[in-house]
């Protein structure tokens, strides 16, 4: 069953908007360029903006049904929503900020508890201070656990990224993963930087002049030309799940292994230290531009990284080639025309990726 299904439609301007939605549980990524209709479309799910035309229908609850009159206001929803820049209220403390989130929640209709969200959130030592005293990073944590306190149906999260470097970046990601794992509650993540939500999800919704352009798994999504189009603007990135296998002390690389792939792979240690311990599991993102393709394994070089493969499908743009390889997962290799001539690469050629362990890039 879908968790959320919606059909809108909205003028502004000169503008149109017709979009058909359906989400399920789990965390979707909502991307599309400025002015594609992502903000438009979560403010009409939320209550925030009222459509010209059309529904939104949460399990089997319709709280927008133009054609029987139906418009529950946002405070009766029960969809968390967390804005670009937090919007904490500057004269409260965290404590109080995170508690406004059940000022409206009736009794006994909590399900996520305040201890249990701050040590998840690890905010227990900015209770007592007030948002002009946290970092961009705390108040976007503080601000996901206000919207989380008031027990959603569903959260909304409207380019929760864009005003934070990437090192606060990485340390809200993993937050939102175990949200989503811990308190089971669906998510819609905007953004208009396609890495950020890879490092997410893999479940990817496209929008595009206010239309519905492609809605799926990523992979799935790039081997459509058109929307590969679309996609690659923004930077194509391969994310990859792992698992933490062993730990080197000689020479400082970490090991992990994926079920699929016929070796395991090298990551620089340090990079891996810190975030997690053997046995769990890790996402790691790796750039189609820092992968070179060869015909065969070469011994005595510097590059730990050799995965054997197959060509599985061959997307020429410009004078840059991206080959799918199959090495047990999928991965995205770009490289340049002379080099796909040069070396005969077809669709169903053996080849070799190569790559450095300093090429990975640790997401969780």
């Known amino acids: 069953m879908h968790v959320l299904s919606a059909h809108l439609k909205r003028k502004k301007g000169n503008f149109f908007l017709d979009i058909k939605v359906d989400f399920k549980q789990g965390i979707t990524g909502v991307f599309g360029p400025s002015g594609a209709g992502k903000t438009t479309l979560m403010h009409m799910l939320a209550g925030l903006e009222r459509p010209d035309e059309g529904y939104v229908k949460i399990g089997e609850r319709y709280l927008v049904d133009s054609s029987t009159n139906i418009y529950e206001p946002a405070r009766n929803r029960k969809i968390g929503y967390v804005f670009q820049e937090g919007r904490l209220f500057p004269h409260m403390t965290v404590r109080k900020n995170l508690l406004f989130g059940t000022k409206y929640l009736p009794k006994g209709e909590q399900f996520i508890e305040f201890d249990e969200l701050v040590n998840l959130l690890e905010v ?33 999260m409207d380019e929760p990224f864009s005003s934070l470097d990437v090192k ?7 937050y939102l993963i175990k949200i989503n794992r811990n308190f089971n509650i669906p998510m819609l993540v905007v953004s208009h930087d396609l890495p950020d939500l890879l490092n ?31 996609m690659r ?15 080197n002390a000689e020479d400082g690389l970490t090991i992990l292994v ?11 240690r340090e990079m891996s230290f810190d975030c997690c311990q053997i046995g769990d599991d890790m996402s790691v993102s790796l ?11 070469i011994p005595n070089i510097s590059i730990r990284n050799q995965l054997r493969g197959r060509i599985r499908k061959i997307i020429q743009k410009e004078n ?27 669709e169903g050629k053996q080849v070799w990726c190569l790559f450095k362990s300093m090429a990975l890039q640790i997401n969780r």
């Open 124 to 156: 227990n030592d900015l209770l007592e201070k007030r948002p002009s005293q946290l970092s961009g990073g705390e108040k976007q944590r503080v601000a996901i656990g206000r919207a989380l306190l008031s027990s959603p149906n569903l959260l909304l």
């Open 168 to 174: 606060l970046r990485r340390q809200i990601i993993p």
């Open 200 to 230: 997410l999800t893999r479940e990817l919704f496209l929008l595009k002049n206010g239309r519905v352009a492609g809605q799926g798994n990523y992979l799935d999504l790039v081997e459509n030309e058109n929307l590969f189009e679309l």
């Open 233 to 247: 603007g923004s930077g194509l990135m391969n994310v990859i799940q792992f698992k933490v296998d062993s730990r």
């Open 258 to 268: 994926n079920k699929n792939a016929s070796k395991p792979i090298k990551v620089e």
């Open 287 to 297: 750039r189609p531009e820092d992968i070179a393709i060869t015909l065969e394994q």
């Open 320 to 346: 840059r080639n991206y080959c799918m390889v199959d090495v047990g997962f999928t991965l995205l290799v770009s490289i340049t025309h002379a080099s796909l001539e040069k070396m005969q690469l077809v």
